[in-house]
């Protein structure tokens, strides 16, 4: 084979792999909205513990319990190149009332992992409000302070 022929078959090969990789981003996105992360790494999934919070990350998303509410955030729990994420989704408060439900409202769930501690912050997305910001470790979980339930 020439020089000029083996310089071709490079070209080719080198431009149907970024092709492929090009179509592979496209039809993940355009198949649900998939979060593509540069580093690729996830929040490792299972339980995490901190002062007032419980979380659970599973494939789906993130499960969190607090001392007087509860929130959710569906979606992978990717992190970013930074070792950063943030996912939407919703807190509930709890009023301590067996009978009356707390309000739900829309919540962004954001922090930084680094090996198995956790930095994170919650703020309600309808008014920019933060709710707290929490230290949470990778292990079991922890008992919380939950509100007193009132009795007719």
Known sequence: ????????RYAFLRTSKSLVATIAVLVSLAAGGVAVTRSGKRIT?????????NLTVTPEGLDFEFDCASGSAKGQPSLDCNHKF???GTYASQSGSSS?????RPAEYSGSVKDKS???EVRFTDTN???GTYQLGFGPHRRLNKCPVSRP
């Open 1 to 8: 084979m020439t020089r000029e022929g083996l310089f071709l």
């Open 45 to 53: 999934a299972g339980k995490w513990n901190g002062n007032h919070v």
């Open 86 to 88: 943030k996912l939407s």
């Open 100 to 104: 009356a439900p707390g309000e739900s």
């Open 118 to 120: 956790m930095t994170l």
């Open 129 to 131: 409000l933060l709710v």
